[in-house]
Antibody
């Protein structure tokens, strides 16, 4: 079955960089758009970014534009999130999720288990 | 930017029916999807589209939509349904996605 596994989280000082990875298996990765979603401690889910199946289109929530970059390597079945100029407010569990769309029906499935990024204030 | 509004908390007696709502302009163009999240776990989709349940999701979960409001209904709530529930929708005008603030469901 489809599975996603994130890695790369950790503690990073403000202003520094980190790259998250999301390894996909059990489905044809290169045919699906993919998302990053984050959740700050004790808070709700926040959509971060999406990348099209071939990497040609990328969209970001306003608060991360210019600092976080989503990318993918379809030859390695892997999704990435390059995080630069990190701030305390970027502290969160980061999830990757597969996009499923049929006409006006859209949903995320599956989700990875998440990786925690901590930026001390 | 579009927003989705949910009640922060809802409670239901064991075995009774509860409805969780989600309101936002983007729901006029795209159906909501609903996610259940239990403490320390990743979200899991429970309803998507007009009223679709992924395999493994009990049939006590159902969805509906009218105008700018989507609803998740649990008919005969069980103790294991106690969780946070989030709605999500795509904003077609911006190619962004948005989550509601979440509803904490307590089963009494």
């Amino acid at each position: 079955q489809a599975q996603l596994v994130e890695s790369g989280g950790g503690v990073v000082q403000p202003g520094r960089s980190l790259r998250l990875s999301c390894a996909a298996s059990g489905f044809t990765f290169s045919t699906y758009a993919m998302h990053w979603v984050r959740q700050a401690p004790g808070k709700g889910l926040e959509w971060v970014a999406v990348i099209s199946y071939d990497g040609s289109n990328k969209y970001y929530t306003d608060s991360v534009k210019g600092r976080l970059t989503i990318s993918r390597d379809n030859s390695k079945n892997t999704l990435y999130l390059q995080m630069n100029s990190l701030r305390a407010e970027d502290t969160a569990v980061y999830y990757c999720a597969r996009d499923l769309t049929i006409s006006s029906e859209n949903w995320f499935d599956p989700w990875g288990q998440g990786t925690l990024v901590t930026v001390p204030s | 930017s579009s927003e989705l509004t949910q009640d922060p908390a809802v409670s239901v007696a064991l075995g009774q029916t509860v409805r969780i709502t989600c309101q936002g302009d983007s729901l006029r163009s795209y159906y909501a999807s609903w996610y259940q999240q239990k403490p320390g776990q990743a979200p899991v989709v429970v309803i998507y589209g007009k009223n679709n349940r992924p395999s493994g999701i009990p049939d006590r979960f159902s969805g509906s939509s009218s105008g700018d409001t989507a609803s998740l209904t649990i008919t005969g709530a069980q103790a294991e349904d106690e969780a946070d529930y989030y709605c999500n929708s795509r904003d077609s005008s911006t190619n962004h996605w948005v989550f509601g603030g979440g509803t904490k469901l307590t089963v009494l």
